[in-house]
């Protein structure tokens, strides 16, 4: 899986739920809750006040080292 800013995080998290452990370390203990099946990672981290290209890079390293 290639992750964007546009990735859903219910995509992420289908596609491996391990990255639910990047999220919570960057504070976004929401996840779970209905309004992220809808939420790109970009409008989490914006409502969050984190950097986006950060958390996309550190996911798509994770899927990278799953697929190697």
């Known amino acids: 899986m290639t992750v964007t800013k546009e990735t859903l995080i219910i995509d992420v998290l289908r596609a491996d739920m391990e990255t639910a452990q990047y999220f919570f370390d960057i ?3 929401c996840v779970g809750c209905p309004s992220s099946r809808g939420e790109t990672i970009e409008m989490a981290c914006m409502v969050h006040g984190v950097d986006a290209d950060e958390l996309v890079a550190k996911l798509n390293a994770h ?4 697929n190697a």
Do not use: D, E
């Not at 899927?63 to 799953?66: E, I, L, V």
């Open 63 to 66: 899927f990278a080292q799953k």
């Open 27 to 29: 504070g976004m203990h």
